[in-house]
């Protein structure tokens, strides 16, 4: 099924993945993911785009971010693409492409009646991610990503949390503890699934009704259509007849 055209409205969080060419490695050493680290930090404040979660696999990347300003993302996966590319390319002596095709997105409810739901499950995908790889057996034994910022861990971060984070809790320990109690919960193969295929598509998730709110904003359809032949009704329609 094709792609939809993408959506990058200012003030709605999107599921952003990147990946290797060819599933290869784009971290080689550690000391590549604090250099990719520190460009996503400088773009995310040149394009004024809120990052709340992140992690850094050895073959992708998956970041939820929030623009704030129309085309902010797309300028800042750019900006960190040229320089982190640019930065391989020169320490390790290599050429061409690090990359499989352009990034992927989609937009997340912000629905303040279903967004703790939405947003913390994409929280919690991300954050995941190196425990259903194998790579460690909690998510704040991985080093590379925002599980420490969430669960207290760190002092200071880019960090910017969303308010289905913040709305955890009162202080900082509070919503640390009340995340670490999620993030102990494997989520429900069903959720992975969607939350996969939405991005794989680049459509919404989240409830029909945020969904419907979108479509009638933007004026377009934002889901993909069924497989298969229009219906005989709906071909004269687009025609006219």
């Not at 590549?32 to 995310?44: E, N, T």
């Not at 993030?183 to 939405?198: D, F, H, K, M, T």
């Not at 298969?228 to 071909?235: F, L, V, W, Y």
């Amino acid at each position: 099924m094709p792609r939809l055209r993408r959506v990058m409205s200012p003030g709605f969080p999107q599921h952003v993945t990147q990946r290797g060419n060819n599933r290869e490695p784009c971290f080689f050493a550690e000391s590549d993911c604090l250099i990719y680290l520190h460009w996503l930090q400088r773009a995310a404040s040149v394009y004024s785009v809120s990052i709340h979660a992140y992690v850094l696999m050895p073959n992708h990347v998956h970041l939820l971010a929030t623009p704030g300003q129309e085309g902010g993302l797309s300028r800042m996966m750019q900006y960190l693409g040229r320089h982190y590319v640019q930065y391989i390319n020169r320490i390790y002596r290599r050429s061409g492409t690090l990359w499989e095709r352009r990034f992927q997105a989609n937009l997340v409810d912000n629905d303040p009646v279903d967004t703790e739901g939405c947003l913390l499950a994409f929280y919690r995908y991300i954050e995941l991610n190196p425990v259903r790889a194998g790579l460690v057996r909690a998510p704040e034994h991985y080093q590379w990503s925002s599980a420490a910022d969430h669960l207290a861990l760190k002092e200071a971060s880019f960090i910017v949390d969303h308010d289905a984070y913040l709305r955890l809790g009162g202080t900082p320990q509070a919503r640390a503890l009340a995340y670490r109690d999620l993030l102990r919960e494997p989520l429900a193969e069903g959720l992975l699934s969607e939350i996969r295929a939405a991005n794989k598509q680049g459509v919404p998730f989240g409830s029909d009704r945020f969904k419907d709110q979108l479509e009638g904003q933007l004026g377009r359809r934002l889901r993909p259509g069924r497989p298969g032949r229009k219906p005989r009704d709906q071909e004269i329609a687009e025609q006219g007849g």
